[in-house]
């Protein structure tokens, strides 16, 4: 079954504990994104990426890390969490770029206390 | 700079009844334009798409959406709603070409009552 895979799906810490949200994806996608999704702000980019080693900002990175060393895995790094990242994370996968179909995972709830 | 505005933070219908759902958006050129739903608890679904050609196109779960190029909008309908169709309904755009980003609207949660 084609799909993006996170974990872990919830999550509790504590300000500056590093984390990291894994995410995978089974259909040889170049293209994938992390997205925050907070109340009335909608879905923000975070990270993006559009092949192996080829890693950008997006709208809102500050605080985060990702990297990109297999096609199929694109982690999220906090390094040292900090209350304002308290949200539901979402990675995303595409065929080649962000204009084509995306397919979401089932997202990651993080809280920092 | 793309952006999306989706002017109705929450929208209530009866089953049965037709909905609209408003999208506008701003990109100086002709844009990629989508809808995802977002169930309780899930990600994000796409619905429908359009890049080009027919302003009016088809999505899944009978869901149609119209480009207007004039009015800068793409507005998702459905003609009659269930009570399934209760969720969150994001509209995004994109940038042709090699796009590295979707840009999303905030989001119009859609409550279905029986």
């Known amino acids: 079954e084609a799909q993006v895979t996170q974990n872990p799906r919830y999550l509790i810490t504590v300000t500056g504990k590093k984390l990291t949200v894994t995410c995978s994806q089974n259909m040889n996608h170049e293209y994938m994104s992390w997205y925050r999704q907070d109340p009335g702000l909608g879905l923000r980019q975070i990270y993006y990426s559009m092949n192996v080693e080829v890693t950008d900002k997006g709208d809102v990175p500050e605080g985060y890390k990702v990297s990109r060393k297999e096609k199929r895995n694109f982690p999220l790094i906090l390094e040292s969490p900090s209350p304002n990242q308290t949200s539901l994370y979402f990675c995303?996968?595409?065929?080649?770029?962000?204009?084509?179909?995306?397919?979401f995972g089932p997202g990651t709830r993080l809280t920092v206390t | 700079a793309q952006s999306v505005t989706q002017p109705d933070i929450h929208i209530t219908v009866s089953e049965g009844a037709s909905l609209e759902l408003r999208c506008n958006y701003s990109?100086?050129?002709?844009?990629?334009l989508f809808w995802y739903v977002q169930s309780p608890g899930q990600g994000l679904q796409l619905l429908l798409k359009y890049f080009s050609g027919d302003t009016l196109v088809q999505g899944i779960k009978g869901f149609e959406a119209e480009f207007k190029r004039s009015q800068s909008s793409f507005n998702l309908r459905k003609p009659s709603v269930h009570w399934s169709d209760a969720a969150e309904y994001f509209c995004?755009?994109?940038?042709?070409?090699?796009?590295?980003?979707?840009?999303f609207g905030t989001g119009t949660r859609l409550q279905v009552t029986l």
């Open positions: 995303a996968s595409s065929y080649r770029t962000a204009s084509y179909e995306q397919y």
């Open positions: 995004a755009v994109g940038a042709t070409g090699t796009a590295s980003k979707l840009t």
């Open positions: 990109y100086g050129a002709t844009p990629y």
